[in-house]
């Protein structure tokens, strides 16, 4: 199994910034692709942005130019470097893995996982 960690939520003024971490750890061999979705109140789940093992990255068009995503292939760990913050930008922001393979008693076997969510709050 994997579990993922994630840190570096809060509360930040508009124009500020803010880091987000998800740790993947567990028996990993390897993981496909690494994300953030996002979902503010009474609203659907929505990709923030992802980067693949090759580190091809996709953003949603609200923040190209303002976040950055980042993997370090070695700790199985994906960044979100938010800056310029809005209150738009507040809501649950979840880590998403896809295509986690990890061994469990000696034998591969590949999975998906969400993050437990982490708030970001940018008050208006």
């Known amino acids: 199994q994997v579990q993922l960690v994630e840190s570096g939520g809060g509360l930040v003024q508009a124009g500020g910034s803010l880091r987000l971490s998800c740790a993947a750890s567990g028996s990993i061999v390897s993981i496909s692709a690494m994300g953030w979705y996002r979902q503010a109140p009474g609203k659907q789940r929505e990709l923030v942005a992802a980067v693949t093992n090759a580190g091809i990255t996709n953003y949603a068009d609200s923040v190209k130019g303002r976040f950055t995503i980042s993997r370090d292939n070695a700790k199985n760990t994906v960044y979100l470097q938010m800056n310029s913050l809005k209150p738009e930008d507040t809501a649950v922001y979840y880590c998403?893995?896809?295509?986690?393979?990890?061994?469990?008693?000696?034998?591969?076997?590949?999975?998906?996982?969400w993050g437990q969510g982490t708030q970001v709050t940018v008050p208006s």
């Open positions: 998403r893995v896809d295509g986690a393979t990890y061994l469990r008693y000696g034998r591969p076997y590949i999975n998906d996982y």
